[in-house]
């Protein structure tokens, strides 16, 4: 007996261009690194058979390569917690996101996405991002500032991810501001 396809987006020119690339202003806005983490994340949902790159996505990418924000969490255990988290989400636990397009209620949902292959919570994730960055004053955000922006929205999946694994989002950001990282 064959397995169901997961479905995968098709691989279209401007398919490939929009699954890469959010928007040329927050491209222009990320760091080496960050841009290393979308790629990651767009990589995973792929595999994943999903849609959307979510937030959930987005955070499992940026814990696998960012060894400074894993020092923003408490402790080595706590990271372990939510890696082991979103392992079993990627091999079928988080299926019930699966088809669904993530809001966080922070944006109107629409049937197509303003970004295509991208979740409204992500790209709204994204903006204020870039938006932290220039805040600080720097031309480029990085890891903290993701971070801290995937942890501030209460109804996203990266924060339902982090609470099912016993983080704390609201301490997890004041340790960031604490430690002076961010605004």
């Known amino acids: 007996m064959q397995s169901p396809t997961p479905w995968l987006p098709e691989q279209s020119d401007s398919t490939v261009v929009s699954a890469v690339s959010i928007r040329a202003d927050i491209d222009a806005g990320l760091s080496a690194e960050l841009a290393a983490v979308v ?7 792929h595999r994943d058979g999903d849609r959307h790159i979510d937030t959930a996505h987005l955070l499992h990418s940026l814990l696998e390569s960012d060894s400074e ?4 969490f408490d402790g080595g255990p706590q990271v372990a917690r939510v890696l082991g988290y979103l392992v079993q989400r990627s091999i079928g636990y988080g299926l019930r996101w699966q088809g669904m397009v993530e809001d966080s209620g922070a944006v109107p949902v629409v049937s197509t996405p303003a970004v295509p292959g991208w979740s409204p919570s992500a790209v709204t994730v994204m903006e204020s991002t870039v938006e932290r960055a220039r805040r600080r004053g720097e031309r480029q955000a990085g890891g903290l500032d993701l971070l801290t922006e995937l942890a501030s929205d209460p109804a996203s999946r990266a924060v339902e991810v982090l609470e099912r694994a016993g983080v704390d989002a609201r301490a997890l950001t004041g340790r960031i501001a ?3 990282y961010g605004v």
Do not use: P
């Open 69 to 72: 924000v894993r020092a923003a």
């Open 39 to 45: 790629s990651g994340a767009r990589r995973r949902a």
């Open 178 to 180: 604490e430690a002076s």
